[in-house]
């Protein structure tokens, strides 16, 4: 194999090895938030602006070490690679943020996220770079390196597109804000008058939390879609949800929560 093909396959592989890492610290983080607040706000925020900082750090930090390197050097031994890659990613990521923001708090608030990525790069590159079986597959088949490059749609797409169709009541708590109000707009219509309100409070969990012991209310406009919905003795006695504000009354009629459950 050329050097050129060998150094092709290494970018790739590193390529790849960023993107796992990209995506599990956001899994990770969307995790933490969860638990700390009980669901993952901003956490799309931080996917869009970590992927830009990840993609100029690999642009101006990565791609020429790599090529300097040769896969077989004992830097790429896993127990080696790793806290240099994860000491390399803090550096990397110090520079970029502080340079840019000039802000020491901003650096200081978000190096954990860059910890992980720089401990999930060294980790899988230096598995993927040994697998010798890998290096050939992706020097002889051009299409499994188009997937590799395209892997950050491939698993962006899982992760946010995917889970939420199949099972979205699972994953709703560590979506982003804009997947979790489509999950609420493709959610709230399912229901209707009369049916029991703790499935549809199972299926948004934490979204319908302060409607307690079966009784409640709430409205809500987000985007291109707005409802209301009223609820007593454990079951939805009101439900209205239109594209907008001006399709629905938006009043709460308290009455209605105060009728004697049967």
Not at 168 to 196: A, C
């Amino acid at each position: 194999m050329t050097s050129q093909k060998i150094n092709n396959v290494k970018q790739t592989i590193g390529f790849f090895s960023m993107t796992i890492a990209w995506t599990l610290m956001n899994i990770i983080n969307s995790i933490y938030l969860v638990s700390e607040d009980g669901k993952a706000d901003d956490s799309g925020v931080i996917i869009f602006w970590s992927g830009l900082f990840i993609t100029i750090a690999w642009a101006v930090f990565i791609i020429w070490p790599l090529s300097r390197f040769g896969h077989s050097n004992k830097l790429f031994k896993p127990q080696i690679f790793t806290p240099v890659s994860t000491v390399y990613g803090v550096l990397t990521y110090s520079i970029i943020i502080g340079g840019i923001f000039r802000s020491f708090e901003l650096v200081r608030m978000f190096l954990p996220q860059a910890i992980l990525v720089g401990l999930f790069f060294g980790l899988s590159y230096s598995l993927l770079i040994k697998n010798q079986k890998l290096i050939e597959l992706l020097n002889q088949r051009p299409l499994t390196k188009t997937i590799f490059f395209l892997s950050p749609i491939i698993i962006l797409g899982f992760f946010l597109w995917f889970l939420p169709i199949v099972a979205p009541s699972l994953v709703y708590r560590y979506m982003t804000d804009e997947v979790r109000q489509k999950i609420v707009t493709k959610t709230i219509p399912k229901f209707k008058v009369g049916d029991e309100f703790e499935p549809l409070k199972n299926a948004l969990p934490g979204y319908l939390d302060h409607i307690q012991n079966g009784s409640g209310n709430m409205s809500a406009t987000m985007g291109n879609f707005a409802f209301v919905i009223q609820v007593n003795c454990g079951k939805i006695i009101r439900l209205e949800y239109g594209q907008s504000q001006s399709d629905i009354d938006g009043t709460i009629y308290g009455k209605l929560q105060e009728e004697p459950c049967p």
